[in-house]
Nanobody, 119 residues
Framework: QVQLVESGGGLVQAGDSLRLSCAASGRTFSVYAMGWFRQAPGKEREFVAFVTFERTTHYADAVKGRFTISRDNAKNTVNLQMNSLKPEDTAVYYC?????????????WGQGTQVTVSS
């Protein structure tokens, strides 16, 4: 098992920045990729960004150029720097860990942290 704990959410105004952090513990050697997903009220959970063990990154088009994901393998942490936030970024943000050979939904998930962006 892998346990994930997110931190850093909050209420900000449009144009502001926030930094989310996620700390992983447990069987972290099994984790290949770590990422962030989000779910807005009344919408399905959607992909935001992920980073592989080799630090290859991928972003959703909606956040490309504004969000940056980074990973510290030694500390088993992953961060999401969010700049130029928009009201449509408002959602619960979930940290996820994907073991090799599994899908994200077969991996591990944190409890989520709320990000609210006011206009």
């Amino acid at each position: 098992q892998v346990q994930l704990v997110e931190s850093g959410g909050g209420l900000v105004q449009a144009g502001d920045s926030l930094r989310l952090s996620c700390a992983a513990s447990g069987r972290t050697f099994s984790v290949y990729a770590m990422g962030w997903f989000r779910q807005a009220p009344g919408k399905e959970r959607e992909f935001v960004a992920f980073v592989t063990f080799e630090r290859t990154t991928h972003y959703a088009d909606a956040v490309k150029g504004r969000f940056t994901i980074s990973r510290d393998n030694a500390k088993n942490t992953v961060n999401l720097q969010m700049n130029s936030l928009k009201p449509e970024d408002t959602a619960v943000y979930y940290c996820a860990a994907k073991p090799a050979g599994r899908t994200w939904y077969e991996g591990y998930w944190g409890q989520g942290t709320q990000v609210t962006v006011s206009s």
